[in-house]
C-alpha cells in the first residue's frame, strides 16, 4: 500500500471499489454518524428516521443499551444511565470542578476517573466506545458492510489526554480509524465546500459541554487554521444547570435525590430549548415526595442568569483573533455550530462582538458530522468531484517540558500548524549524571504545577561526565491527529540511548488489546475471519497499488531493488489465499519495506514535478 | 521522501534573500503541502505515513521560519556560516539598549496601573522600529550582503520582537 495515494488520475479504483468511509461526531449531548453518497454528505438516520443518537449509555440489567432506549431511563436508573460521557473523557476526579453535579457513584483511578456501574467499574474510554459502537452498527447497517475508514471528531480545545482517550475509544470499537478532526475545523470544510468561500472566517461552535473558536483562512481549496481557542468545560449543560439551579432556588427545594435531580436537569433543558422560540417557558414537574412544581421561565430571566456563561465565550474568542492578529473587522464571515448556538442571546453577544450577523443558515447539529464525512470519504481515497482541497489544523495548547525550579520550557507553542517535529538540547546539571528524569507537559502557563502533566519518563545509560557536558536531545513529534510523541536521545558520546513516549494518560496498548478480547468474546464476530478478510483487502490493495506504480515510475528502482520487490510481491501473491492472517500481515509489511525508498523518491518526483509544474500556472491566474 | 538537506529557500523555489514575496511564499507552500501533506497518504502503509508526517513538518518548519522576518533573517545569517545569537557574544548599541529598556520599564508600570492606551503606543512604536529596521536588513542583506552589518540589526529586531511579543502578552492579560 505503500504506493497506493499517488496514483494518476488513470489509475483510480474502479466504482465497486468504494470504500465505506464515515464521519462520526460524538457529542456531549448528541452524536451522528455520516457518510458521502453520491456526492454528498449526508446523516444516517435510524429505522425510524432520527439523525441524532442521544449521547446516553445504559447499563442494564440485562444489555448495554444506548440512545433513546437509554434515554427512556434516566430518571428511574441515573446512576447507571451515563449522560454528557465526553466531559469525563481523559479527566481525573480532581480536574472536575463539577463532579457533584453527576448522581454517579465515581472511583478515583489515576489519570482518569471511572465510573461503579451495575455492569462494573467503567472508564469514560469504555462508555464512549460503547456509544460508537451503535454508531458503527448503524453505518455497517446503512451501508452495508463493514466501516473502511472512520473520521471522529474532538473540540478543537481537547489538550492531548482527551485525543488519546477518545482515539483508544474508537479503537474499543472496533472502528478502523483515519483521522481525529477538530470539531470547528470539520464545519468549515462543509461549510467552506458548500458555499465556495474564500476569505478569513470564524466558526463559533458552542456544543453541549464544549466551547471552541477557530479563525480559518480559505483559499483555493486550502483551509488553513490561523488559531483557535475554547473551553472544554462550558456548554449547553451549563445553561441546563443555571436554570436547574434557579428552579431550586424558585421552589425553595431540599437536597434532591439523583432521579428528582435528573428529572429537573431534563425539564430546565427543555424551558431552555422553548425559550429559543417562545418569550417564557413554564415548568412543570412532580418530584418522588409528591411535590408539584410550576414555575414560568421568562426570556429576561434566563437571558440575566445566563448572562456571565455567553460573556465567557467572547473570552477564548478575543485571544484566538490576537493570536491570529487579527481584529473582529477582519473577519469575513462566522460560523454558528453546535446546538447552543440555537440561543439568541449567543447570537446577539456574537453579533454584536463581531459587528455582523452570525452564519446560521447551516444545521448545527449536523454540520460537524458533515465534514467530517468529507474528509473520511476523501481520506479512504474516494475520489468526488470537487476533492481538490487540503487542510491544515494547529494544536491548541503549548507543549513543553519541566526545567529546573518547575518552570516550563515550551517546545511547541501553541496554533502551530500540525504536523510538527520540533527538538530542543539539554545537558546535565551533576558531575557524573547518568540519568535524566523528562516531564512532558501542556499548557500556557509559566509554572509546571499550573500546566497538564502528559508524561514523565527517565532517560538512563548517559555516559558519566562533567555537569554541563552532556547533550540531551528531546525530540517532540506532533502527527496530523494532533497526538504526540516525545523520545530524548544523548549525543555527546555518540551513544544512543532513546527512549519513546505515548503520553501516560491514554490506554496501554496491553489495556486495549485485553478490552478488545474481551469485547470481541462478547461479540458475534469472528476475530480470525475478520482479521484474514482485513489482511486480504491491504493485501490487494498493496499489490495493485505497487504494480500501478511501477508502471508510471518504474525507472525509478534499479535492478537489485527490483528483484526484492518482485521477490515480495511474489510471496505476498503466493500467501494471499492462505488462511493465516499473521504470515500475510507479515508479506505486506515485507512489500512494504522493499518499496520503502521507491516511495520516497515517487513523493521525491511529485514535489518536483509540482514546484517546476504548476506553480506557474498558478501564478498566473 | 523530500530532500532534507535542501535549505528552507530552496524547498521553496525561493531565492536565499531578506526579501520574501508573501504571496508566492503563501502559494509555494500549500503546493507543497498539498502533495506531501500526511492526509494524502491516510490509506498508505506506516512507512508511507511517517514519510509524509517528517516531509508535512520539515516544510511547515520551513514555511514559519521564512515567514517571520525575525526567524528569516536568523537563518540567512545561518546559512552564511554567521551566528546571530551567541550566549558569549550578545553586544547591542548602547543608545538602543537604553531606549529598549525604557519602553520595559514603561510597559511595566502601565501593565501595573492597567494603561492599556500607554501598552497601545508602545506596542505600536516597537512595531513601528522594527518595520524600519527590516528596512535596513533588506538592504544589508540583498543590495550589500553585508552580513556583519546585518547581525548587529538581527539581534536588534530579535530583541524588539520579543519586546512587542511581551507588551502583546500584557496587553492580552489585561483584556482577559
Redesign the interface.
Known sequence: ??????CEPGEAPAPHQR?RAVGIDLGTTNSLVATVRNGLAVVLPDSEGRPLVPSLVRYGELAVETGYAAMAHQTSDPQNTIVSIKRLMGRALTDLADARRFPYRFVDTPGMVKIDTRAGVKSPVEISADLLRALRERAVESLGGPID?AVVTVPAYFDEAQRQATKDAAMLAGLPI??LLNEPTAAAIAYGLDNASEGVYAVYDLGGGTFDISILRL??G?F?VLATNGDSALGGDDFDHRVFCWIIEAAKLPPLSPSDARLLLIKAREAKENLSEHDSASILATLSSGQAISLTLTKAIFTEITGNLVAKTL?PV??AL?DAQLQPADIKGVVMVGGATRMPQVRRAVAEYFGQPPLTNLNPDEVVALGAAVQAN????NRERDDDW???DVIPLSLGLETMGGITEKIIPRN???????AQEFTTYKDGQTAMAIHVVQGEREKVADCRSLARFELRGIPPMVAGAARIRVTF?V??DGLLDVAATELATGVEATITVKPSYGLSDGEIAKMLADSFAHATDDMQARALAEAQVEAD??VTATEAALAVDGELVDAHERAAIDAALANLRRLRDGIDHLALRAA??AL??AT?EF???R??R??AR??TG??VD??AD | MIDFSRNHFDLFGLPPSFRVDGAVLDLAYRQLQTDVHPDRFAGGSDAQKRVAQQASARVNEAYRALKNPVQRAQYLLQIHGVEALSETDTALPRAFLERQLERREQAADAQAAGDVRTLSSLLGDARAEGAALEGVLAQAFDSEHAYATARMHVRELTFLSKLAEDIDAMLAAIDA
Open positions: 500500500m505503500a504506493l497506493f495515494q499517488i470504500k475508514g483515519l483521522r483559499s483555493r486550502v488553513e473570552q478575543k485571544r490576537r476523501k481520506l479512504a481515497g487540503l487542510l491544515l502551530s500548524t500540525i504536523p510538527i517535529a520540533r513529534q502527527d496530523a490493495q498493496i505486506v509489511e512494504n519495506h520503502g516511495a520516497g523518491r513523493m521525491d511529485s514535489v509540482a514546484l504548476k506553480r498558478a501564478l
